[in-house]
Every structure is written in C-alpha cells, then in structure tokens.
C-alpha cells in the first residue's frame, strides 16, 4: 500500500525541478498498475490531485456521501480479472466489470481525481468521515515533525509524532511547546 504524496511535499518537488515536466498519477496492481495522472503544469493549480483517468479509462465514485467523498471505482481494459485462486476477494472487489479499489477519494467539477484515504483506515467520529492521511499531511508539514501517524483509540483521535529532532534542538522547543505548537496549528 502507498500513500498519496502531500500537496506540500508536491508543491516543493515542482518548485525543486522547475525545467522538468513532473507527472503524477495514481494506481493499484489489481489495475495494471496506472489509473490517472497529472502533468506537471497542472500540478500546482490542481495541488493534491491525482489528475484525469488515462485513455480508455472510466472512474467514478460510489457511496457518496455529503461531502462527495465516496469509494473510488475503475473500470477499463486495464482492471484485472480477479484474484489468483481467491475466488471470494474477487467477487467483494471486481463487480459488474468494475474494480473497487478501497480507496476514498472525490472528483471536482474538472473531472480531476483527489485520493484522500484508504476505506481500511477511514475513522468516523460525531458522523463524519476522517481520513487519517490529511490530517497526517497538515501535521507532517509542520517544520518540527519529521513524521506522524494518526489513530483511533477508544473513540479519540490521537496524533503519534515523531518530532524533527534537529528543528526542535536549534529552536529549543521543549516537549509542552511542541504542542503548543502544533494545537495552534489544527
């Protein structure tokens, strides 16, 4: 499993390799493996896009809920057939012809794809969908988060964080403003 790279760490790369025509996409094994991508001059106005599906493809989202956000489902001649000797994930994963993927994701008025998170780690709280991963792009954009992972336990989201050792030594940030720092920065 991958992760959608960040909007931040897309933005810096562009900004980083001005003369090169950076492409991002977004894909899976079970469909061979590319589903979209984005040019490099699409990349800063549609930050944090996967971009349009590739030729003879077809994604849309299903189980939508108020915010749009739904399961991202492919179809096209690059979806594979099924799992080797797993007959049961087939049927759960490949339906009338279309794969879906597990992942959650949006697609704006452009036709453009967000990925936003995988439906595994999907929490909801006070009924709405939280996707671990955006919070844990806002954090890991931080200066003095080298990275963080975020969790669900007993009904509370809890940020583990692992903190720029080398930041927080030459700003002498202690541990309680640390997160000060960080509650101002929600």
């Known amino acids: 499993y991958g992760a959608p790279m960040s909007s931040q760490d897309i933005i810096n790369l562009v900004e980083l390799l001005p003369k090169c025509n950076l492409i991002y996409s977004y894909g899976l094994t079970e469909a061979s493996p590319r589903v979209t991508y984005i040019m490099g001059s ?69 036709g453009y794809l967000y990925v936003q998170g995988r439906k595994d780690n999907m929490i909801i709280s006070a009924g709405k969908n939280i996707y671990p991963e955006e919070i844990e792009d806002r954090l890991n954009a931080l200066p003095y988060v080298s990275e963080s992972l975020v969790i669900e336990k007993d009904g509370k989201l809890i940020a583990l964080v692992y903190p720029d050792y080398e930041v927080v030594k030459k700003e002498k940030i202690s541990p309680e403003q640390l997160k000060t720092k960080m509650d101002e920065n929600r």
């Open 42 to 110: 699409d990349l800063l106005k549609k930050a944090g896009s996967s971009g349009k599906p590739i030729k003879n493809v077809k994604i849309e989202i299903s189980n939508k809920g108020i915010d749009n956000n739904g399961e991202i489902v492919v179809s096209g001649p690059n979806v594979m057939l099924g799992y080797y000797n797993n007959a049961e994930k087939t049927r759960r994963t490949i339906v009338d012809g279309k794969l879906y993927t597990g992942d959650y994701g949006y697609i704006d008025e452009d």
